[in-house]
């Protein structure tokens, strides 16, 4: 059985995360010269790393892109957990990256409230009436081994959520709050980039792509089936469920 048209697998994390990186950067490239600016948010976890550090030496119209993030732990900015001290650290940082443009959770402040200034601030940047959400250019997220995707887990009660454009959830798995953007907006960009490697995620990622839909079972599959705008970067090792 051969991968589905939107999976693109290859032999090796290091070959699927360089790959996913210069998707990015053509969409973003693409928005750029179509609108003169680009919007991307940004996911975390330690797959991503080799991608932002690529990024990092990549010369790029950085000042043209302003950029968010898909979910954020509630921990201090500065901590080690934290997604956008992880994104400053290999990229932003090195690469100068503008920090007008960069639209952090304001994690300071308890989740809820962080949760209510990341929505307004998302408003503000994009321009949005009160009932609109955002259209993203290009939207990068991860899947785990349990099939979630941004801090959406399975049967999270922010799941059936259509009208906000981010909210804080405690994570019990975890014992952390977190903020995340909903399903409502994963689904509204423009272009979704799912990166996901190693023989942890081939269980997970087979149930996402070839199993029913079921999105309280696993969140991942919120757009990211075929026929949606998602495009999949796996390696073999978690491939080799979904391809066989």
Same mark, same amino acid.
């Given at each position: ?23 990015? @950067?053509a969409w973003l490239a ?6 003169? $600016?680009?919007?991307? =948010? ?6 991503? !790393?080799?991608?932002? %550090?690529?990024?990092? &030496? ?8 302003? @950029?968010?993030?898909?979910?954020? +732990? ?10 956008? !001290? ?9 690469? *100068?990256?503008?920090?007008? *443009?960069? *639209? ?8 809820? %409230? ?8 998302? +408003? ?23 099939? &979630? ?8 009660p922010l799941l059936p ?10 994570? %019990?798995?975890?014992? $952390? ?12 960009? +423009? *272009? ?8 942890? !995620?081939?269980?997970?990622? %087979?149930?996402? @792509? ?6 309280? !079972? ?7 089936r075929e026929g949606s ?12 469920? =979904?391809?066989?």
């Amino acid at each position: 059985m051969s991968a589905p048209s939107h999976v693109r697998c290859f032999p090796n994390a290091s070959a699927a995360v360089h790959a996913c990186g210069e998707q990015i @950067l053509a969409w973003l490239a693409e928005a750029i010269a179509q609108r003169g $600016q680009a919007t991307l =948010a940004i996911s975390g976890g330690s797959s991503p !790393k080799p991608m932002f %550090e690529m990024f990092a &030496h990549t010369s790029f119209s950085w000042d043209r892109v302003n @950029l968010f993030w898909v979910d954020e +732990r509630c921990v201090p900015p500065d901590d080690p957990r934290s997604n956008f !001290k992880l994104a400053r650290d290999t990229w932003l940082a090195p690469a *100068h990256f503008p920090e007008s *443009h960069i *639209h952090r959770v304001q994690t300071e402040a308890p989740p809820a %409230e962080a949760a209510r200034a990341y929505s307004a601030g998302i +408003r503000v940047a994009f321009g949005l009436r009160t009932a609109e959400l955002p259209q993203f250019d290009v939207i990068h997220r991860g899947m785990g081994a349990d099939g &979630h995707t941004a801090s959406l887990f399975p049967e999270s009660p922010l799941l059936p959520e259509r009208d906000a454009i981010a909210a804080a959830v405690y994570v %019990e798995k975890m014992r $952390q709050w977190r903020v995340t953007l909903t399903g409502a907006v994963l689904e509204a960009a +423009r *272009h979704t980039a799912i990166l996901a490697t190693g023989a942890d !995620k081939a269980a997970a990622l %087979e149930a996402v @792509l070839r199993g029913p839909p079921d999105t309280l !079972k696993y969140p991942a599959q919120i757009a990211s089936r075929e026929g949606s705008n998602a495009v999949w970067f796996v390696d073999q090792a978690a491939a080799q469920l =979904a391809t066989t």
